[in-house]
């Protein structure tokens, strides 16, 4: 009994004089150096696999990014490491004087999940920029690797680790990243999950740093420069776990949290304040110009496709050439008189439209940049340069972000809003780069210098205000991109990912629905790049540049890239675009259209799923007929340097397309595209739990009801350039 009592008293002894501090849920296990407060290893428990390579030296979880290049901050003279509980530890280094860096990271009860947070007191602000926490360091390798990144829409990046060194994750800061989610994982039953909690839209960056066997990431947080404050706390967790499976399952743990916040449960398409005509929707058209170039066109289209609603995103309208003359966008190019009376001659049809305008870019070459004092409004560098911009490569003249911020900007642009939607009689704006999170450094704004979340929040209050000048016509207002943060505040976002090889070529990562399989039925993303012509030209531009292959068709050669575009829209829940639209397109390209126009319908027919359902994983296909396909990235302004606006190359795609969905009644539809010419065998298994189907529902193959149980595999032919739908309804 003495004995045993002696141990019972020596077990906390020889744990406190233990080198590692473990803590351990029963999912995952992190172990920390007491002496150091380094990381040391990383254990899935379920499977035992280890994370970290534990030969590798450990580097410490944090670094301090000065202001000034030439800034040297001191480092930490003592570390203390103490564990709270079974699930917590509080790690905490002493520095220079009064400085002190704690951080705590703490796993969750139930999940493979941890959540780190840290703060700094005490430290010399006048010196420090940026608080990288966490700095992950010696993560192993996996086979075969897949990089998740929320690039808009989602990316892919496969095996890669063989083209780059350094990769942002989510860099809410000038980027398009559209939430705060990452993993990566490869042929190993373990991966790994990474994500912030951030329900405020603060700026900050994350990066993975690769070497040949090794995998390092970067936390790193953006601090107010100017604060009079000497501690700084993110209001955010980072958090880290395990994965098993994929992109998918990385969406699920994603989706858990994201669901909970106030963006989703204040979102415009549930609450009853969206203008119905968005959600009504059945196909986009998007074409530039004059009113003679887009709105009969639009008008052309809605005939072909028959019963459906055509809404059209509009550029090109306004006077001045595009990315130089904003924001002097009034009268029209056309004149006010002619705009006004095409506007309203469509929306008599049923025709609504959202002419472009960009939220925060001011031309620095215009005349009212200069009369206005635009210069003192303009968002700033942490060296007080501006972020101007030359993206017209015609005229070589700036484009320069305004600080959104500025109630100079949010009346300039909410009286330019006031003016279409009352004036002019417009079905609402397109507000173009609105899904972007910039920082800036000018003092004299009134915010937060460099970091914050003032971006975010001012933007919202310049939706507001536009709202509060449009309350009768109650105008849907679309935003570029996709992005959590707005989904309270904007009625659509265009993402135009389902064409990412059109925009960025042969090297396009690989692109996956993760903002849908999150977001879908709470956020409505509509569009692509999908045409079947060469680029259009502004009129406003140089005529010497002018290409005489203007809007003509494209060889037939790439057809098969626009199909493949619309498939992706399709099965993604995407409401579906088709640009530079014109009459001798569908008669030109007859297959082409017949099969969009199918697509369009059978969207029609089950958008409770594709519009208002959850995304659930897709079925697993025997083959998806993967081919090498000619394909063409496609610019506005290469002519000038290139002599060309097309640049061909080819790469092997997917040629069947399978989404899954459930609805809310309980409903799964599983949803195939073939966008062969002939027809394909189709081979698919489902997970039937997963699905959550059983002898209680009936399965109908395009609307007619099949005999017996729903079943874990099925093999049935689809047609080519065809759309086949598998929807199991509940009997009860």
């Known amino acids: 009994m003495k004995r045993l009592l002696l141990t019972l008293l020596l077990i906390p002894f020889f744990y406190a004089c233990s080198e590692r501090v473990a803590l351990d849920n029963g999912k995952m296990r992190l172990e920390f150096d007491r002496e150091a407060a380094t990381l040391l290893s990383m254990v899935d428990l379920e499977t035992g696999y280890e994370y970290l390579d534990t030969e590798a030296e450990p580097q410490r979880l944090w670094s301090i990014v000065p202001l000034n290049a030439e800034d040297v901050i001191a480092e930490p003279a003592k570390v203390k490491v103490r564990k709270i509980s079974r699930h917590e530890v509080k790690l905490v280094w002493f520095g220079e004087g009064a400085f002190t860096l704690e951080a705590r990271v703490r796993l969750d009860k139930e999940k493979p999940l941890s959540y780190w947070s840290v703060v700094m007191k005490d430290y010399d602000k006048a010196k420090v920029k940026e608080l990288v926490f966490p700095y992950l360091t010696n993560i192993k390798a996996f086979t075969n690797e897949e990089l998740l990144i929320p690039d808009w829409t989602g990316a892919l990046y496969k095996n890669p680790r063989a083209e780059h060194k350094r990769i942002s994750l989510f860099k809410r800061n000038h980027q398009h990243h559209s939430m705060q989610l990452s993993a990566i994982y490869g042929d190993e039953e373990s991966g790994i999950y990474i994500a912030t909690n951030d329900a405020e839209g603060y700026g900050k960056s994350f990066t993975v740093e690769f070497s040949d066997a090794l995998t390092n990431y970067q936390m790193i947080n953006i601090l107010d420069v100017e604060s009079d404050q000497t501690s700084y706390k993110p209001s955010y967790d980072f958090v880290l776990g395990t994965l098993h499976g994929n992109w998918y399952d990385a969406a699920l743990i994603y989706r858990e949290w994201a669901l909970q916040q106030a963006w989703v449960k204040n979102n ?38 028959g019963d459906c609603n055509v809404s059209v995103l509009w550029h090109w309208w306004h006077n001045g050439p595009y990315d130089d003359a904003f924001p002097e966008y009034l009268p029209p190019r056309e004149g006010r008189e002619s705009f ?34 635009v210069e003192r409004y303009v968002a700033r560098k942490a060296d007080g340069s501006t972020l101007a911009h030359i993206y017209n490569k015609f005229t070589e003249n700036p484009l320069v972000p305004v600080c959104i911020t500025q109630e100079f900007w949010r009346e300039t642009y909410s009286g330019l809003c006031d003016t279409l939607i009352n004036g002019y009689g417009c079905s609402g704006v397109y507000m173009d780069q609105s899904c972007n999170n910039y920082l800036c450094y000018n ?40 992005g959590e943060d707005w989904i309270a505040h904007l009625d659509g976002f265009l993402t135009l990912e389902g064409s990412r090889e059109r925009m960025r070529g042969a090297k396009a990562s690989d692109i996956v629905p993760l903002f849908n399989a999150v977001y879908h039925g709470y956020a409505i993303c509509f ?65 082409e259209m017949r099969y969009f126009a199918e697509l369009v319908a059978k969207r029609k027919q089950y958008k409770d799923y594709l519009q208002y359902g959850t995304m659930m994983r897709a079925p697993k296909m025997k083959n998806d007929y993967a081919k090498e396909v000619d394909m063409v990235q496609m610019t506005i302004y290469s002519y000038k340097t290139e002599g060309t606006n097309i640049f061909p190359f080819k790469k092997r795609v997917p040629t069947l397309y399978s989404s899954a969905w459930r609805n809310n009644e309980g409903n799964i539809l599983l949803a195939f595209t073939n966008i062969n010419e002939e027809a394909k065998a189709l081979s698919f298994t489902i997970d039937l739990n997963e699905m959550g189907l059983n002898d209680s529902y009936t399965l109908y193959i395009d609307g007619v009801a099949q005999e017996g149980a729903p079943q874990s595999h099925y093999d049935v032919t689809i047609d080519g350039c065809s759309a086949k739908m598998f929807e199991f309804k509940t009997n009860k």
């Open 268 to 305: 415009r398409l549930h609450s009853g304040k969206m203008n119905s005509w968005l959600p009504e929707t059945d196909v986009w058209m998007w074409n530039r110009g004059h009113s003679s170039n887009v709105l009969p066109e639009a008008e052309d289209l809605k005939k072909y496709l």
């Open 340 to 373: 006004v009376e095409a506007v309203a001659k469509a929306r008599s049809k049923g025709i609504n439209m959202t002419p472009y305008m960009n939220s925060f870019q001011w031309g620095g070459a215009t005349k009212s940049f200069r009369e206005k004092g």
């Open 443 to 482: 003092a004299d704004h009134g915010h937060t210098v460099g970091g914050g979340n003032y971006w975010v929040k001012s933007h919202q209050r310049l939706i507001e205000r536009i709202r509060e000048k449009t309350t009768e016509q109650n105008p849907v207002l679309t935003g570029e991109g996709s």
């Open 527 to 591: 569009g692509n790049l999908s045409g079947l012509t060469y680029p259009p030209y502004d009129d406003c531009w140089p005529k010497k540049y002018r290409s005489s292959d203007t809007e003509t068709l494209l060889p037939e050669k790439y057809r098969m890239q626009m199909r493949m575009e619309q498939a992706r829209t399709f099965v993604w829940g995407t409401q579906p675009m088709i640009s530079n639209y014109h009459p001798f397109v569908r008669k030109g390209r007859p297959v």
